[in-house]
C-alpha cells in the first residue's frame, strides 16, 4: 500500500491515531503543525475508508476521528515494517515470515535463517 498518496503526513497521523484510539482531529497538531495539511490528510484517509470521524454527543464541533479496521490493519503493517528498519526481527528469505531477531530458524517452515 502506498501511504505517500495520502501526504507526506499520514504514516505519522495513522500510527497517532493507532496509538491514542481516538483523538480529537485537533489534537493531530502534535502530529501535523498545519491544520489544513492535516484536515487535508484525514479527508483522503476517510474517502478510502481508513479512518472514520464522529461528532461527539455534547458538542458537534468537536470531532474525533478514529481508525476502521482497514486502517487498524495498515498501523499494524507499518508499526512492524518499523520494527524490521529497526533490526528487532528477522525476515525468512523463503516464506517471508517474520522472525525474533536471536531465532536461528524459521518459525513458520524451517529454513535456517542467515
Known sequence: MDIGKYGKHAYAI????????????????NVVKNSQTYTRTVEKLQEDGIVKSRNYVHNRRYVL???????????????STDHIAEG???ICPYCNTENDMDAVYCKHCGARLE
Request: aromatic share 6%; net charge positive; no cysteine.
Open 88 to 90: 528487532k526481527t528477522r
Open 14 to 29: 495513522i500510527l497517532y491515531i493507532f496509538e491514542h484510539k481516538e483523538v480529537n482531529i485537533t489534537q493531530l497538531k
Open 65 to 79: 476521528i478514529s481508525l476502521t479496521d482497514k486502517g487498524k490493519k495498515i498501523a499494524e503493517l507499518l508499526m
